[in-house]
């Protein structure tokens, strides 16, 4: 029985897949991801004295913005569209630092540098005056909630019709391979729009957290990562032969989401070797947009970035997943063209 067992565990990949690629992944992501602390953060510097104060700054300040003739409020539209982390803002009554409140962490080693440079600075924080914690997870938690509906839920979608044979009905059934997978991943679109409210609206109850932007940016923003995320596990579905498979599949993909995301550990903290794969990940980009829009009240306009990766992500997978499915539809087929022609 033990060497039965070991056969078989063998001609599951995924499964040792599990047990011994993804325990050296946690490691290494571990490693080089969890840190809390952030080494550097970007700056601006503006008003009249903006090239003298620049060149007193320590070193942890990265120095990529100096204006002289921009103000306050051009420093507070830098920090709303999320173009630096800090903005010094010069005047005769001396020098502020407004620090944005929505990148966590960055904030805590800001304020923190900020007080080592005594009373040279008065600070502000802004979009989360007292660095809660919760104001700056509870978006990502939203887009978490997303993320597992999507992929573990939506994955054991067309698996069910291969277990249960159902899958030569469609075969048969004259509509495309991409009218199938909008069928398929419909009610859970509806599901999970359903839990997103839930949750937003509980999070500003319960946590207090502000939601400062226009609700139709978070609508789409939210949308299109719907449609990204429904898409993989629609694909990881094409490609499992069972509900464990696929389960298994959808849990490996997950992960990486929560690591790297940003959502638990800044991003600007992790080594270059493993920031890329955050970058890669659609949890990243929504993560910018609901933080963005709830607590900074950022615009569209501001969010294109993350609107555009979100968008091209969601068309590759969708076309991925359709194709995918399309071959799998093609066996069934192929015998009932052969059966009509020999009629």
């Given at each position: 029985?033990?060497?039965?067992?070991?056969?078989?565990?063998?001609?599951?990949?995924?499964?040792?897949?599990?047990?011994?690629?993804?325990?050296?992944?946690?490691?290494?992501?571990?490693?080089?991801?969890?840190?809390f602390?952030?080494?550097?953060?970007?700056a601006?510097?503006?008003?009249?004295?903006?090239?003298?104060?620049?060149?007193?700054?320590?070193d942890?300040?990265?120095?990529?913005?100096?204006?002289?003739s921009?103000?306050?409020?051009?420093?507070?539209?830098?920090?709303?569209?999320?173009?630096?982390?800090?903005?010094?803002?010069?005047?005769?009554?001396?020098v502020?630092?407004?620090?944005?409140?929505?990148?966590?962490?960055?904030?805590?080693?800001?304020?923190?540098?900020l007080?080592?440079?005594?009373?040279?600075?008065t600070?502000?924080?802004?979009?989360?005056?007292?660095?809660?914690?919760?104001?700056?997870?509870i978006?990502a938690?939203?887009?978490?909630?997303?993320?597992?509906?999507?992929?573990?839920?939506?994955?054991?979608?067309?698996?069910?019709?291969?277990?249960s044979?159902?899958?030569?009905?469609?075969?048969?059934?004259?509509?495309?391979?991409?009218?199938?997978?909008?069928?398929?991943?419909?009610?859970?679109f509806?599901?999970?729009?359903?839990?997103?409210?839930?949750?937003?609206v509980?999070?500003?109850?319960?946590?207090?957290?502000?939601?400062n932007?226009?609700?139709?940016?978070?609508?789409?923003?939210?949308?299109i990562?719907?449609?990204?995320?429904?898409?993989?596990?629609v694909?990881?579905?094409?490609?499992?032969?069972?509900?464990?498979?696929?389960?298994?599949?959808?849990?490996?993909?997950?992960?990486?989401?929560?690591?790297?995301?940003?959502?638990?550990?800044p991003?600007?903290?992790?080594a270059?070797?493993?920031?890329?794969?955050?970058?890669?990940?659609?949890?990243?980009?929504?993560?910018?947009?609901?933080?963005?829009?709830?607590?900074?009240?950022?615009?569209?306009?501001?969010?294109?970035?993350?609107?555009?990766?979100?968008?091209?992500m969601?068309?590759?997978?969708f076309?991925?997943?359709?194709?995918?499915?399309?071959?799998?539809?093609?066996?069934?087929?192929?015998?009932?063209?052969?059966?009509?022609?020999?009629?």
């Amino acid at each position: 029985m033990i060497v039965k067992e070991f056969r078989e565990l063998v001609r599951d990949r995924r499964t040792v897949g599990l047990l011994v690629a993804l325990p050296l992944i946690l490691l290494v992501v571990f490693g080089y991801a969890a840190n809390f602390y952030v080494d550097h953060a970007e700056a601006a510097v503006v008003g009249p004295d903006a090239a003298k104060v620049a060149g007193q700054l320590p070193d942890f300040f990265d120095v990529t913005t100096t204006d002289a003739s921009a103000t306050e409020q051009d420093a507070r539209d830098m920090l709303r569209d999320d173009e630096v982390d800090v903005v010094f803002v010069t005047s005769e009554a001396g020098v502020k630092a407004l620090v944005d409140g929505s990148n966590l962490f960055a904030a805590q080693s800001i304020v923190a540098g900020l007080n080592s440079m005594g009373d040279k600075v008065t600070t502000e924080v802004l979009y989360n005056p007292d660095l809660t914690t919760s104001w700056v997870m509870i978006p990502a938690i939203i887009g978490l909630i997303l993320t597992f509906i999507g992929t573990i839920v939506t994955s054991i979608g067309l698996v069910r019709e291969r277990e249960s044979g159902t899958i030569e009905q469609l075969a048969v059934m004259p509509i495309k391979p991409s009218t199938v997978i909008l069928g398929k991943i419909t009610p859970y679109f509806i599901l999970a729009a359903i839990d997103m409210v839930i949750v937003t609206v509980l999070g500003m109850l319960l946590f207090d957290v502000p939601f400062n932007g226009n609700v139709l940016t978070f609508a789409l923003g939210a949308a299109i990562f719907l449609f990204v995320v429904l898409g993989i596990g629609v694909f990881i579905s094409t490609i499992s032969q069972t509900a464990g498979q696929a389960i298994q599949t959808a849990f490996f993909i997950l992960m990486p989401q929560i690591l790297l995301s940003g959502m638990i550990f800044p991003l600007e903290a992790m080594a270059a070797g493993v920031r890329w794969i955050g970058y890669l990940l659609p949890l990243t980009y929504f993560t910018m947009i609901s933080q963005g829009v709830m607590l900074r009240g950022a615009p569209i306009a501001s969010l294109w970035l993350p609107f555009v990766v979100l968008t091209v992500m969601a068309v590759v997978v969708f076309t991925a997943a359709t194709l995918r499915f399309r071959r799998d539809l093609a066996p069934e087929r192929k015998p009932s063209k052969r059966a009509g022609g020999a009629a």
